[in-house]
């Protein structure tokens, strides 16, 4: 079959390759392919669908140094980014605002809340307020006797990831200037004619530029372009739950606590959906890339939601949903060209950020596919998202 020739090939249709050709079309005329085999299938493993839909700027920030600023903005442009895919959709999005709780059990993480995060979110004029046991609950109710206090972060939104990926799937289908190719990429070459994009079924695409957003299997299809240190990623398997709230019940907030114990952190989310829907997780298990749901891992979740959410883990579960993260050694995401030529962009490495980042992600790889003046605060954030942070000394 003769190649065919496209402006923009993007690799991944996921929330972040899907975002990034969305964002294309609307400022351009650019013949954009998205390839992915996915589009249409029943059972996905994009980390999309371990999500529970929380954009959470600065949850964990004192880890991640200038991320915070980057998600930030990503945060102020969901508003208007889920009001133009529901227009596209002909479907409504809810976007809610529902703040988040920062809890916790023991002391030492409230003191790590209480001495080490509400300072930088403080200093970097984040609205943020310590709350003790008492306060805590007139926010959320339904925490448990063993929740000592912790932080109200009231800008937070919450989203349904897999209402966001329907739109998108939809609007990327219905748009006359994307082409939508259920299929894998195998290789990436580029040569004196542009980029060469081989798919699995032996069918090759041409196209002026190249996006990676294969979500965990992203470095391996561009290692060619630069040799990464042995370390820089892995696989993080997350799964999540959504459970049904009894007539008259529901959650109010997003609420988010680490429980530590003798091996490993946990990860304790609830994010409210629409109808008293609540999910609930998550686990992070690095280095397994295996697809489906686990009895093991929610037996994980409800035991330890119990712990901060007794009631909300006796609601009936209707639903689980597995995916593997992007996981980069540093938590940072990975974002910007791995080629001298500037013909082959990646964005990955979104850890468990992908959501809270995506509509920045795409409009800071439009920019860069359009040729487009960047601001400081672009450069900023293109400078986070650095690939050759991540190289091997050897191709430094």
């Not at 964002?23 to 005329?29: M, Q």
């Not at 990503?74 to 529902?98: K, M, N, Q, T, V």
């Not at 060209?337 to 962009?345: A, I, K």
Request: charged letters at 25%.
């Amino acid at each position: 079959m003769a190649p065919t020739h496209h402006d923009v090939i993007i690799v991944g249709g996921g929330i972040i390759g899907g975002g990034i050709a969305e964002h294309l079309r609307c400022g351009s005329r650019l013949r954009v392919s998205v390839v992915d085999g996915e589009f249409g299938a029943c059972v996905k493993t994009s980390a999309s669908q371990a999500a529970a839909g929380g954009i959470n700027p600065h949850l964990y920030d004192e880890a991640h140094g200038a991320l915070g600023p980057m998600a930030q903005r990503s945060r102020d442009l969901y508003p208007g980014w889920i009001e133009r895919l529901s227009a596209a959709w002909g479907r409504p999005i809810e976007l809610r605002p529902s703040g988040l709780l920062c809890v916790a059990l023991e002391e030492k993480e409230h003191g790590r809340l209480v001495d080490d995060v509400l300072p930088l979110l403080r200093e970097r004029g984040v609205a943020a307020e310590e709350l003790g046991a008492d306060e805590v609950r007139r926010h959320e109710p339904l925490l448990g006797p063993a929740v000592r206090g912790g932080l109200w972060l009231p800008d937070d939104l919450a989203v349904e990831p897999v209402r966001v990926m329907a739109a998108l799937e939809a609007v990327l289908k219905a748009d006359d200037g994307i082409t939508c190719v259920q299929d894998s990429a195998e290789s990436i070459r580029v040569d004196g004619d542009g980029v060469r994009v081989t798919l699995r079924s032996g069918r090759v695409l041409r196209s002026d530029r190249v996006v990676v957003a294969a979500g965990h299997l992203s470095h391996e299809l561009v290692k060619d372009f630069i040799d990464w240190r042995d370390d820089s990623f892995s696989p993080i398997k997350g799964q999540i739950l959504e459970v049904a709230a009894p007539p008259g019940g529901g959650l109010r907030t997003q609420c988010d606590a680490l429980l530590p114990d003798d091996e490993e952190t946990h990860i304790v989310r609830a994010s409210p959906y629409a109808e008293g829907r609540v999910a609930v997780g998550v686990t992070h298990d690095r280095g397994d890339a295996t697809p489906g749901t686990s009895s093991r891992a929610t037996e994980d979740i409800l035991r330890n939601l119990r712990r901060i959410l007794p009631a909300v883990a006796d609601w009936e579960v209707i639903g689980a949903r597995a995916g593997i993260r992007p996981g980069t050694s540093d938590g940072l995401p990975v974002l910007g060209y791995v080629d001298p030529s500037h013909r082959v962009l990646a964005a990955t490495g979104h850890n468990g950020l992908g959501i809270t980042l995506a509509p920045r992600t795409a409009q800071l790889a439009a920019k860069l596919l359009l040729d487009m003046p960047l601001t400081e605060e672009d450069r900023a954030d293109l400078h986070v998202g650095r690939p050759e942070r991540l190289a091997s000394s050897r191709s430094r």
